[in-house]
């Protein structure tokens, strides 16, 4: 179903408040370091004529607490009942079940059919509004106005833009495990609305998003040839990148969507080539007897990440964008994979193994603060939500039957496993929507 959406915003009340600054410093702290105390918030029923309503509220609730920065408040314990976004909260009733934050709302129905959507936030330590948005959207597109509202109570009480009006592309795998069918398949960031972009004649693996536009790369062995594939989301559209026998990874996008950056194996060697979209010429950046793989550009453009076996294991290196000024950034045990730069620009996350476990960590582009956020029997191919705060990766358990994806936020405290129909492994995160 294409994801077509028409939304006007109209600012209700918005009243950004000095007095509102207990609750927001308590989530203005870096989350890359140590450890946050969730915020605890009481989300009202939205009210409305219809399940759409509760299904609203659901939905919310749920994108907030998975951030693993809110504690919504259980409503058994809601002094004040019934409250809507007309009423200003008695605010006594709420500080004394410890809400610092309130959140109320209502959907209508339009006389053209249409739902309005409202919603207001309220800072009870304050007594004071902190932010109210309305919202006009086809009925079917229920769902992705709950994202939205959680994105913006989310980014108001932060200060740090959401992530949570976004998909995620993965490949979906079924079958025995020694004849998987592995299709491309796309999903809101939760697991909701999923549905297959290729039918599964063809192995498909590594699909990547672009950074910019509702865009994947991705490679495709049919006939045992690999190719490269671009696939526009909403249209169908499919083209060839390009054939390229003995690659080891598929592209990805540079931060403005005109190159991709790959790995080609030739001569029993990989180096990595960058490719212009439009004219289709590559450059190529490395040039080693070795295996060098996995590229991924930092969001500025400017300098690519890879791994390199050229010290004799796996290892993650940084360059230029032209190949320029190549150096070591890991240094720990074990075996280095999968580097990806952070939407920010402040971390790199990578795959590690050591010790017979599959660990998933991040370090600083400079290769210093290395924190290992989890691991487990076979944690692979982490990607980053598009605000740098969260990760989703991949992970078969031992006699598990096959992967399953899981998100963690930088704190390592927040792991929750994403649901998918079936087996399901390499997710890609999609930036926000528009």
Same mark, same amino acid.
């Given at each position: 179903m294409?994801r077509?959406f028409t939304?006007a915003?109209?600012?209700?009340?918005?009243?950004l408040?000095?007095?509102?600054?207990?609750?927001?410093?308590?989530?203005?702290v870096?989350i890359?370091?140590g450890?946050?105390?969730?915020?605890?918030?009481?989300?009202?029923?939205f009210?409305a004529n219809?399940?759409?309503g509760?299904?609203i509220?659901s939905v919310?609730t749920a994108d907030l607490?998975r951030?693993?920065l809110f504690a919504p408040?259980d409503h058994?314990?809601?002094?004040?009942?019934?409250?809507?976004?007309d009423e200003?909260?008695r605010?006594?009733?709420?500080?004394v079940?410890?809400?610092?934050a309130v959140v109320t709302?209502?959907?209508?129905?339009?006389?053209?059919?249409?739902?309005r959507v409202? =919603?207001?936030?309220?800072d009870?330590?304050?007594?004071?509004?902190m932010d109210?948005q309305?919202?006009?959207t086809n009925?079917?597109?229920?769902?992705?106005?709950?994202?939205i509202i959680?994105?913006?109570?989310?980014?108001r009480?932060?200060g740090e833009?959401?992530?949570f009006?976004t998909r995620v592309? =993965?490949?979906d795998?079924?079958?025995?495990?020694?004849?998987?069918?592995?299709r491309?398949?796309?999903?809101?960031?939760?697991g909701a609305n999923v549905?297959?972009l290729?039918?599964?004649?063809?192995?498909v693996?590594?699909p990547r998003?672009?950074?910019?536009?509702?865009?994947?790369?991705y490679?495709?062995?049919?006939n045992?040839e690999p190719?490269?594939?671009?696939?526009q989301?909403?249209?169908g559209?499919?083209e060839?990148?390009?054939?390229?026998?003995? /690659?080891?990874?598929?592209?990805?996008?540079s931060p403005?969507?005109?190159?991709?950056v /790959?790995?080609?194996?030739?001569e029993?060697n990989?180096n990595?080539?960058a490719?212009d979209?439009r004219s289709?010429?590559?450059t190529?950046?490395?040039?080693?007897?070795?295996?060098?793989t996995?590229?991924?550009?930092a969001?500025?453009?400017?300098?690519?990440v890879?791994?390199?076996?050229?010290?004799?294991?796996?290892?993650?290196y940084?360059?230029?964008?032209?190949?320029?000024g190549q150096?070591r950034?890991?240094?720990?045990?074990?075996?280095?994979s999968?580097?990806?730069?952070?939407?920010?620009?402040d971390?790199?996350a990578f795959t590690?193994?050591?010790?017979?476990?599959?660990?998933?960590g991040?370090m600083r582009p400079?290769g210093s603060g290395?924190?290992?956020l989890?691991?487990?029997?076979h944690?692979e191919g982490p990607t980053w939500?598009p605000?740098?705060?969260?990760?989703?990766? =991949?992970?078969?358990?031992?006699?598990?039957?096959?992967?399953?994806?899981?998100?963690?936020d930088?704190?390592g405290?927040?792991? /929750?496993?994403?649901?998918t129909p079936?087996?399901?492994s390499d997710?890609a995160?999609?930036p926000?929507?528009?």
């Open positions: 294409k077509s939304a915003l109209a600012v209700l009340a918005v009243a408040l000095a007095a509102a600054a207990p609750a927001r410093a308590a989530l203005t870096d890359t370091e450890t946050v105390e969730p915020l605890p918030i009481a989300i009202n029923d009210q219809s399940k759409v509760t299904d509220t919310i607490k951030s693993g408040i058994a314990a809601f002094i004040q009942k019934n409250l809507g976004p200003t909260p605010f006594s009733d709420w500080t079940i410890n809400a610092q709302g209502r959907v209508s129905p339009e006389a053209d059919g249409r739902l409202e =919603f207001r936030l309220w009870s330590l304050a007594g004071q509004q109210g309305q919202f006009y009925p079917e597109n229920w769902r992705r106005v709950a994202h959680a994105d913006a109570i989310y980014q009480i932060t833009k959401g992530y009006d592309v =993965f490949v795998e079924t079958g025995p495990k020694n004849k998987r069918v592995k491309l398949a796309i999903m809101d960031q939760d549905r297959y290729t039918k599964g004649g063809d192995l693996l590594t998003f672009s950074p910019n536009r509702q865009e994947i790369t490679m495709s062995f049919g045992a190719r490269v594939y671009l696939l989301i909403e249209t559209q499919r060839i990148v390009g054939n390229f026998p003995g /690659m080891t990874f598929s592209p990805r996008f403005d969507g005109q190159k991709v /790959m790995s080609l194996q030739q029993g990989a990595i080539y490719m979209l289709r010429a590559t190529r950046l490395t040039n080693t007897a070795a295996i060098d996995s590229p991924s550009y969001p500025d453009g400017n300098r690519i890879f791994e390199s076996d050229r010290g004799g294991r796996q290892q993650l940084v360059m230029n964008a032209d190949g320029s150096q950034i890991s240094f720990g045990d074990g075996a280095y999968t580097p990806v730069w952070s939407p920010r620009g971390l790199i590690k193994q050591t010790g017979g476990l599959f660990q998933i991040v400079d290395e924190r290992i989890t691991s487990g029997f944690n939500a605000n740098g705060r969260v990760l989703m990766f =991949f992970r078969d358990q031992a006699g598990g039957g096959g992967p399953h994806l899981f998100s963690i930088l704190t405290r927040n792991e /929750m496993q994403v649901p079936d087996f399901a997710p995160w999609s926000l929507l528009e």
